[in-house]
C-alpha cells in the first residue's frame, strides 16, 4: 500500500514538472517572440523615416512637398511588394502618425494588402507615402480596418516639378493623396480597393501593453523613443 502510494506520488510530481517545465519553454518562447516582434516594429519605423526623406529630397515629389503642410495625417510604407502576370497582390507594413496641433503622435502599425488586374508583368517594391487630408481619413485609418476608394476615397498625387513655383496648390477633394516611388517593371501602383488593417500585435510588441490605434495617436500614454527620427523627419517635411 506504501509503495503504491508512493508511486502516485512519483507520477504526480513528474507531471507537475512536465507542466512547469512547459511552462518555461511557452514563457520563454512567448518572451523571444514579443522581442522578435518589436525589433521588427523598429525596423518599420526606422525605414519609414528613410521613406520619407527619400522622397521629400526627390524634386519630382514636389507635390507631396506642397500638400503635405495641409495633411491631418500621414501613413507611410517602406515598402510594398507586387508580383505577378495580369493578377497581382500587393502587401507590406507601414505607420500611421496624426498631426496634433504642432507635433506628430506616435505611430501605429498597419498592413496594406490588396488585389490588383491589369497588364502587370514582373515584379515590384515600391515606396508609398498616403496624406490623409481630412479628419474624415483619419477616422476611417482609426477603425480595424478601411478600404480604399470605398470607404474612403483616395486620389494619386502629382508628380514633376510643378509645384516649385507654386504659391498655392490645387484643394484637394480626396479624402487620401498617394505618392508612390517604384522600382520594377510596373508603370505604378493603384490603391484603389486596397484594404488598411491593424497590426495590434506590433502595436504590443513596440509598446509594451496593448494599444488601441486611438489611444496610441491621442491617448499619449504609448511613448517609444525610437520613433524620435521619424517625428522630426515629418516636422522637417512640413517646415521644408
Same mark, same amino acid.
Given at each position: 500500500?506504501?509503495?503504491?502510494? *508512493?508511486?502516485?506520488?512519483?507520477?504526480g510530481?513528474?507531471?507537475?514538472?512536465?507542466?512547469?517545465?512547459?511552462?518555461?519553454v511557452?514563457?520563454?518562447?512567448s +518572451?523571444?517572440?514579443?522581442?522578435?516582434k518589436?525589433v521588427?516594429?523598429?525596423?518599420i519605423?526606422?525605414?519609414?523615416?528613410? +521613406?520619407l526623406?527619400?522622397?521629400?529630397?526627390d524634386?519630382?515629389?514636389?507635390?507631396?512637398?506642397?500638400?503635405i503642410?495641409?495633411?491631418?495625417?500621414?501613413?507611410i510604407?517602406?515598402?510594398?511588394?507586387?508580383?505577378?502576370?495580369f493578377?497581382?497582390?500587393?502587401?507590406?507594413?507601414?505607420?500611421?502618425?496624426?498631426r496634433?496641433?504642432?507635433t506628430?503622435?506616435?505611430? @501605429?502599425?498597419?498592413?496594406?494588402?490588396?488585389? +490588383?488586374?491589369?497588364?502587370?508583368?514582373?515584379?515590384e517594391?515600391?515606396? =508609398?507615402v498616403?496624406?490623409?487630408?481630412?479628419?474624415? @481619413?483619419?477616422?476611417?485609418?482609426l477603425?480595424?480596418?478601411?478600404?480604399?476608394g470605398?470607404?474612403?476615397?483616395?486620389?494619386?498625387?502629382?508628380?514633376?516639378?510643378?509645384? *516649385?513655383?507654386? @504659391? +498655392?496648390?490645387p484643394e484637394?477633394?480626396?479624402?487620401?493623396?498617394?505618392?508612390t516611388?517604384? *522600382?520594377?517593371?510596373?508603370?505604378?501602383?493603384?490603391?484603389?480597393?486596397?484594404?488598411?488593417? =491593424?497590426?495590434?500585435?506590433?502595436?504590443? @510588441?513596440?509598446?509594451?501593453?496593448a494599444?488601441?490605434?486611438?489611444?496610441?495617436?491621442?491617448?499619449? *500614454?504609448?511613448?517609444?523613443?525610437?520613433t524620435?527620427?521619424?517625428?522630426?523627419e515629418?516636422?522637417?517635411?512640413?517646415?521644408?
Amino acid at each position: 500500500m506504501i509503495t503504491k502510494a *508512493k508511486n502516485v506520488l512519483n507520477i504526480g510530481i513528474a507531471m507537475l514538472t512536465v507542466i512547469f517545465a512547459f511552462g518555461l519553454v511557452t514563457g520563454s518562447y512567448s +518572451t523571444a517572440r514579443a522581442a522578435d516582434k518589436a525589433v521588427e516594429a523598429q525596423s518599420i519605423v526606422d525605414k519609414a523615416k528613410g +521613406t520619407l526623406a527619400d522622397l521629400m529630397s526627390d524634386s519630382n515629389f514636389s507635390w507631396m512637398w506642397k500638400y503635405i503642410k495641409q495633411a491631418r495625417g500621414v501613413v507611410i510604407f517602406p515598402s510594398v511588394i507586387k508580383g505577378g502576370f495580369f493578377i497581382g497582390g500587393s502587401g507590406g507594413t507601414g505607420v500611421l502618425m496624426v498631426r496634433n496641433g504642432t507635433t506628430w503622435s506616435e505611430p @501605429a502599425f498597419y498592413t496594406l494588402g490588396s488585389v +490588383t488586374f491589369g497588364l502587370q508583368i514582373g515584379g515590384e517594391a515600391a515606396e =508609398v507615402v498616403m496624406l490623409a487630408m481630412n479628419q474624415k @481619413a483619419v477616422d476611417s485609418v482609426l477603425s480595424s480596418s478601411v478600404k480604399l476608394g470605398g470607404d474612403a476615397s483616395i486620389a494619386v498625387g502629382p508628380l514633376g516639378g510643378g509645384a *516649385k513655383g507654386s @504659391a +498655392t496648390i490645387p484643394e484637394v477633394t480626396a479624402d487620401f493623396v498617394s505618392f508612390t516611388k517604384a *522600382k520594377g517593371l510596373y508603370a505604378g501602383l493603384n490603391l484603389e480597393g486596397a484594404v488598411l488593417a =491593424v497590426r495590434d500585435s506590433l502595436d504590443e @510588441a513596440y509598446y509594451g501593453k496593448a494599444f488601441a490605434p486611438r489611444d496610441i495617436i491621442y491617448g499619449k *500614454k504609448a511613448v517609444n523613443p525610437g520613433t524620435r527620427g521619424l517625428r522630426s523627419e515629418l516636422h522637417k517635411a512640413i517646415a521644408k
